[in-house]
């Protein structure tokens, strides 16, 4: 008894030695067939390093913004998915090859729609307390179009990390001494697209990867792909058996074509008598010798194709007409949509408000007392009046501006902005100008009772100096 007991034993260790020496080979067998191009289930590695990206710097941005609750948490959300559809897009390409341009734009849609829907959250919430950290998002956002960038996608997520750094700066600045959950949501933010720049410039540093094998992708691989994981869906059911051939009447056919030649033939053996059959004309009917003829105008032409209107050609949709604003809400001071109104005035200002001005044309604003910053933004002809800032006037998107200061200002940036004229007074010749993307820029300096005006350098040279590169505005010799 005792024997047959230990005969078992040695049984079951020998089965249970057989199973895993067979699992490790199965297993082992499967990673090589699958580790191709990470088609049949496996994943390839530039999309698992995505995914580190995903699990690491986007889930810390969102931790943070949780925190923040509100409308930002709202806007990370989205930033979430939109960041779920690259990763989408990047799993297809690791598994099919590249489509054609226009199959590409069409697998694009799913991303650009989310970003346009970050871009329409934060124009949608210019109200918001939080819009600084909402314009840094929607500014930024587009950094995922990199896919579609070459051959250096890098560099164009970094322009992106900049237009943010423009906004984060001002979130930093209102929180950076009172409220160090701010500071922290842009420390998380920025190192996003850190790194992705750092995990573009590893895995697709001139474009992106797609795969050399597998099926060109496509809609349906795509949506493949978010069903099951693998572009390689299911091949569709074999098309029905086809119907019996048509009746061509082949005599019929082949004796029209035959009497069709002949007919040809016929005449193109009359040699000169061909031109009997044509009509004569006479000097009075030829246009080039009849200048009556000529004064008519060219003959109506015949409706075409080519000539018809398309009934579905787009038309200029009407412009939408926003109800004007000039209201206080909260600390700030809202001036919006207002058009041809040159006797706008704010008074009763406090140093804690701010001014956020936008979209105003043909226009002028005086703002009395002290104010705490002013902001200009997508306005065009537009003029500005004010006393004292103790931060800082800012320029933005606009064109044709004139700013005058009465009093004080510490600091005055214009950035993408067309025509930007500046009266300084006695008091704020000290002012630092700091401009960017801009054109046709003019400050003008109090002399003698009068103005005098001096131009804005907007083009620089460059040169290394043997230990550091050196940068001056470039003089034009006329």
């Known amino acids: ?120 959250f934060r124009e949608r919430n210019r109200g918001s307390k939080m819009f600084n950290h909402l314009s840094a998002v929607s500014e930024s956002i587009p950094a995922l179009g990199w896919i579609a960038v070459s051959p250096k996608p890098g560099p164009y997520v970094k322009e992106m990390n900049d237009a943010a750094t423009f906004y984060t700066n001002r979130v930093l600045k209102d929180y950076k001494n009172s409220d160090t959950r701010h500071v922290d949501w842009v420390k998380s933010y920025l190192n996003i697209w850190s790194e992705l720049q750092a995990y573009i ?40 058996p086809p119907g019996p051939p048509p009746i061509f009447d082949t005599e019929t056919a082949k004796d029209e074509g035959t009497a069709s030649r002949s007919a040809l033939f016929a005449q193109l053996n009359q040699g000169e008598a061909i031109t009997k059959g044509l009509r004569h004309v006479s000097d009075d009917q030829k246009t080039h010798k009849n200048p009556s003829l000529r004064a008519q105008g060219p003959p109506v032409r015949s409706p075409t194709k080519s000539h018809t209107p398309s009934p579905t050609s787009p038309k200029n949709s009407p412009q939408q007409n926003h109800a004007p604003v000039l209201e206080l809400e909260g600390k700030k001071w809202r001036v919006e949509y207002q058009e041809d109104k040159n006797d706008l005035v704010i008074n009763n200002t406090e140093l804690k408000q701010v001014a956020y001005i936008f979209k105003c044309n043909k226009s002028t604003l005086q703002i009395k007392g002290k104010i705490n910053s002013i902001t200009i933004d997508n306005c065009k002809k537009f003029g500005l009046v004010f006393d004292n800032v103790v931060g800082i006037v800012e320029v933005i998107n606009s064109r044709d501006i004139q700013i005058q ?74």
């Open 1 to 120: 008894m005792a024997e047959t007991h230990g005969l078992m034993e040695r049984l079951e260790k020998a089965v249970t030695r057989l199973e895993s020496l067979f699992s490790d080979s199965h297993r082992s067998g499967g990673m090589e067939c699958d580790g191709i191009n990470g088609v049949n289930g496996s994943i390839a590695p530039y999309v698992e390093a995505f995914d580190r990206l995903l699990n690491g710097s986007v889930a810390e941005f969102l931790r943070y913004s949780k925190i923040l609750e509100g409308d930002v948490k709202t806007h990370a959300e989205m930033v979430r998915a939109a960041f779920q559809a690259q990763r989408s897009f990047l799993l297809l390409a690791s598994q099919c090859q590249e489509p054609q341009e226009n199959e590409v734009a069409m697998l694009l849609k799913p991303i650009s729609e989310k970003i346009q829907e970050i871009q329409n």
């Open 201 to 240: 410039k590893e895995h697709h540093t001139t474009g992106l990867t797609w795969s050399k094998t597998g099926p060109v992708a496509s809609p349906m691989s795509m949506r493949s792909v978010l069903t099951s994981g693998s572009c390689l869906s299911q091949p569709p059911p074999p098309p029905p």
């Open 405 to 478: 200061v009465m009093g004080k200002v510490p600091t005055i940036s214009i950035n993408k902005t067309e025509g930007c004229h500046i009266y300084l007074s006695e008091e704020s010749l000290d002012c630092e100008i700091v401009s960017a993307k801009s054109s046709e820029m003019n400050i003008l300096i109090p002399q003698d009772g009068d103005y005098k005006e001096f131009p804005v350098p907007e083009q620089f040279k460059t040169a290394w100096d043997g230990s550091k590169l050196v940068t001056e505005p470039a003089e034009i010799v006329g």
